[in-house]
């Protein structure tokens, strides 16, 4: 699976739109980028996934550049509870594949 | 999303003594479970990947029989560490792949304390 690279930190005020950037510049064709993140002692929670197209669902929306080369994940509206480690996962969708964590990006949204 | 539960959420044992954890998927079959642990600041590791009804795979540098796994069921796997160290103190998290899908759904961890 193809590595990915994002900010080890990031701030955001609450009730402003998130922006989390990932790196993933050895993408290739058949890889997704999927989206995961982690509360403070909790398991990682599925966010939204992609492959080419932008996607959007109730928790967030996935920008994928037309080169595929970098996606930045968007919470709209973040609120204290969106503070979380956010991890960007390239990967490809075969049955039984597992999910490589990297750092990811320590979100604080502050009031 | 689909929805994993483990059990217990915590436990608290001595040194020398065995401990099992369970990983349910409560409302899909799942044919492929998967094993984590997390240390205190660090990212999740994969341990081994569990296929229901045949041996579980394990990760270079996980002893697979210190860390016994056993997938029965669709539906459940167990994991037991067998003569806990204070050093196998860590977070253990299942993750399960969701039959039909290729998204992975974890459960919310089991803190593993060995005193």
């Not at chain 1, 009730?15 to 997704?32: D, K, Q, W």
């Not at chain 1, 990967?91 to 597992?98: F, K």
């Not at chain 2, 065995?18 to 999740?44: G, H, N």
């Not at chain 2, 590791?45 to 056993?70: H, W």
Request: net charge neutral; glycine share 8%.
């Amino acid at each position: 699976d193809a590595k990915t690279t994002q900010p080890t930190s990031m701030d955001c005020a609450e009730g402003r739109a998130a922006n989390l950037p990932c790196n993933h510049s050895t993408i290739s064709g058949n890889e997704y980028v999927y989206w995961y993140r982690q509360i403070h002692s909790q398991g990682p929670q599925y966010i939204i996934h992609g492959l080419k197209n932008n996607e959007t669902n109730e928790m967030a929306s996935l920008i994928i550049t037309e080169d595929r080369k970098s996606s930045t994940l968007i919470l709209p509206h973040a609120t204290l509870r969106d503070t979380a480690v956010y991890y960007c996962i390239v990967r490809v969708n075969n049955a039984g594949n597992m999910l490589t964590f990297g750092g990811g990006t320590r979100l604080m949204v502050k009031p | 999303g689909a929805v994993v539960s483990q059990h217990p959420s915590r436990v608290i044992c001595k040194s020398g003594t065995s401990v099992k954890i369970e990983c349910r998927s409560l409302d899909f079959q799942a044919t492929t479970m998967f094993w984590y642990r997390q240390f205190p600041k660090q990212s999740l590791m994969l341990m081994a990947t569990s296929n229901e009804g045949s041996k579980a795979t394990y990760e270079q540098g996980v002893e697979k029989d210190k860390f016994l796994i056993n997938h029965a069921s669709l539906t459940l796997s167990t994991l037991t560490v067998t003569s806990a160290h204070p050093e196998d103190s860590s977070f253990y998290i299942c993750g399960v792949l969701a039959g039909g899908t290729d998204t992975q759904y974890f459960g919310p961890g089991t803190r593993l304390t060995v005193l």
